[in-house]
């Protein structure tokens, strides 16, 4: 029964339009988080990651030795393979038009919170074999990336901004691949640039010497008030809740990048360092069971 229930919490399943940020911006926020982890702990995941098979490794590196960026995409690489098909709602939490805030009864059935918990108790636990903690690790890689992408805390009627139809990037005909990917895209940066340019917002954070937010909830209504800000045209807010902006095609304005960026940014970077700040505090830990 442990071996079949840990391996209800490993796999997942993720619909074709349930990404989080591009593989660019699940690369950089790992990028960023390695940055920021104790010398001891990136000795661990060079361990954890001896362990990824080769089949897994051709999906997201060229490299014989993936770095630890590389792996950050995982789930979206396998969510076709059959394996990985039992949970198709652990990349986001969706509420309804009428909330003001995000709250753990919609996840009843599982979303990125209980996602988060459940990987960190994996990776905690040295009882289990590298590559279901290796597994596990990837995954939180991921879900802190998608946690912090403003519509993957948003609303269930239009799949988290997948049917919100816009005009403005010639790659992303709905909001939701809008903030996933064009944004970022946008730039016309490199990884390399990118990954500079965010260890300097994410120097500026830390600088600031604000107190770790460790609760998941907190960092998903953050990304929901971002969601929910009239800057982000994704809803305009009245008495009864966030209502959509329009119900066909509309044009963003042309300033949008320039608006947001500044956003995506500090979303990134800030998602790196409490990455990084989650596994300092995992993989540092006293051995662990799960009962």
Not at 12 to 18: C, I, R, V
Not at 74 to 99: F, G
Not at 204 to 228: G, H, Y
């Amino acid at each position: 029964m442990l071996v079949r229930w840990i391996g209800l919490i490993i796999i997942g399943s993720y619909g074709l339009d349930s990404y989080g940020w591009s593989d660019m911006g699940h690369k950089l926020v790992c990028d960023i988080a390695y940055e920021h982890l104790d010398p001891g702990v990136k000795g661990t995941i060079q361990d954890l990651i001896k362990a990824l098979p080769n089949e897994h490794k051709v999906l997201i590196s060229e490299e014989d030795v993936p770095n630890f960026g590389d792996l950050c995409p995982w789930p979206d690489k396998i969510r076709s393979l059959s394996e990985y098909k039992a949970v198709a709602t652990w990349h986001y939490v969706n509420v309804d038009r009428s909330d003001a805030s995000m709250h753990r009864s919609y996840c009843v059935t599982g979303c990125i919170l209980s996602a988060i918990d459940q990987h960190e108790a994996i990776l905690s636990n040295r009882h289990l074999s590298d590559w279901a903690r290796l597994q596990a690790m990837m995954f939180l890689g991921h879900w802190l990336g998608d946690i912090h992408q403003p519509l993957h805390a948003s609303f269930a009627d239009d799949r988290g901004g997948n049917q919100v139809r816009v005009s403005g990037f010639e790659e992303c005909k709905n909001l939701h691949g809008v903030w996933d990917y064009c944004l970022i895209a946008s730039s016309k940066m490199s990884r390399q640039d990118l990954k500079r340019l965010l260890s300097g917002v994410a120097s500026n954070i830390v600088a600031q010497q604000v107190k770790p937010t460790l609760d998941p909830l907190v960092w998903a209504n953050e990304s929901f008030a971002i969601a929910r800000h009239p800057r982000t045209r994704y809803c305009k807010i009245t008495e009864s809740g966030c209502q959509r902006l329009a119900s066909r095609r509309f044009q963003l304005p042309a300033d949008y990048y320039t608006q947001n960026w500044p956003v995506v940014k500090q979303r990134l970077a800030l998602a790196g360092i409490r990455l990084a700040e989650l596994l300092n505090r995992v993989l540092a830990a006293p051995l662990v069971g799960l009962g």
